[in-house]
């Protein structure tokens, strides 16, 4: 019987091993989920999104139920931040939603044109601590307090022998306008005033990749999650997401790199149009994260062992299928990827899933 030190340092070197296309024993799994899992302890939404402590336990104890999973995606319920990630409103089960209903983006026109001049004129920091406070009514100082705790919550999950894949996250920074302007607004931006528009992300840019190198230095993770999440390629014309996403992403992923970690693209939507601009990052420091909406196949095609990748269990599948339907799925997947694959949900497990269709998906890379 392995000790949960020993699970873990077999689970870490076989990630190493996949992200470098080294031979290994089998394809490490990566769960990232939520709300499955407080349905999964009998848990309402409204008690999971509203104590990170609760959320983080409810989590931790699906994971034994689970098998030989490798590791996790978050060790907390991450709903009541996600106003630092998009910049607009949430609404919360047990606040503005009835207590079983998952959280939902509140997304309206909070940031105006006229902001942008003040970003340029004192800064993205002074800018959006003031922006999230009195617009978006975002309670910092309460976030960061629950934050302290996030730690103990990594420290648990290794203590129990899984991998926290990505301790740290950030996002690419157009996604603070697309959210903030409202996406149709942030898309007309680009086009009436492209230039203040790019002058506006690069102070954004700076501000963050000064404070994201500084806490990987800190943290020392292995893998970084970005998301780039509304710059899919099926959005934009090539040279609008070459000026307003691409560049963005690369320079966010390199940072990242440059620092000593892995850098994780978190692809939802379709990107096959511009796979070919993946190749141009560092080899085999990155890895493609895809959620089904992106042909994984046409991924490995384009990209060969340049990247490893990870995905793409379909949601749909994981709510609607049979434990047959999601391990004959997941088996096939691994055998055609072959080396440089991470088993995973397509995005984050669906709140409606069946825990034995998730069990499925592990036992698929186990065999167990």
Not at 82 to 97: D, M, N, Q
Not at 312 to 324: H, I, Q, R, W
């Amino acid at each position: 019987m392995k000790t949960a030190q020993q699970l873990l340092a077999e689970r870490t070197e076989r990630l190493k091993k996949t992200i470098a296309f080294e031979k290994t024993d089998r394809a490490p799994v990566i769960l990232s989920g939520d709300a499955v899992f407080a349905r999964h302890v009998g848990m309402k939404l409204s008690e999971f999104v509203s104590n990170m402590k609760a959320s983080h336990q409810a989590i931790l104890s699906s994971f034994k139920d689970l098998g030989d999973v490798d590791g996790t995606g978050s060790t907390y319920a991450t709903a009541t931040i996600f106003p630092l990630i998009f910049y607009s409103k949430v609404k919360l089960p047990g606040r503005e939603l009835p207590d079983d209903t998952p959280w939902q983006l509140d997304e309206q026109e909070l940031m105006t044109v006229e902001d942008y001049d003040t970003i340029l004129n004192k800064g993205w920091k002074a800018f959006s601590e003031d922006y999230l406070k009195n617009r978006v009514g975002f309670d910092l100082d309460s976030i960061r307090a629950q934050l302290a705790d996030v730690p103990q919550f990594i420290k648990n999950f290794e203590d129990a022998g899984y991998l926290v894949y990505s301790p740290k996250a950030s996002s690419t920074v157009n996604e603070f306008l697309g959210g903030g302007r409202s996406f149709p607004k942030f898309m007309k931006d680009m086009f009436k005033m492209p230039d203040k528009v790019e002058a506006v992300l690069d102070v954004i840019l700076e501000e963050n990749l000064a404070e994201l190198r500084q806490q990987i230095r800190v943290i020392k993770p292995l893998v970084v999650f970005m998301s780039p999440a509304r710059g899919a390629s099926e959005f934009f014309s090539p040279k609008i997401w070459q000026r307003f996403v691409w560049k963005y992403l690369k320079a966010a992923a390199e940072a990242i790199i440059e620092e000593g970690a892995v850098a994780d693209l978190h692809i939802d939507g379709n990107w096959e149009r511009d796979l070919e601009f993946f190749k141009t990052l560092p080899k085999q420091k990155c890895i493609f994260e895809c959620d089904g909406a992106t042909n994984i196949y046409k991924v490995r095609e384009v990209l060969g062992d340049h990247m490893c990748i990870k995905g793409d269990v379909p949601a749909a599948m994981l709510a609607l299928g049979t434990p047959d339907d999601v391990y004959n799925y997941s088996t096939k997947l691994i055998k055609d990827m072959g080396k440089g694959f991470i088993l995973a949900s397509g995005c984050t497990i669906p709140p409606n899933a069946k825990f034995e269709n998730v069990k499925a998906m592990v036992a698929a890379a186990t065999g167990k």
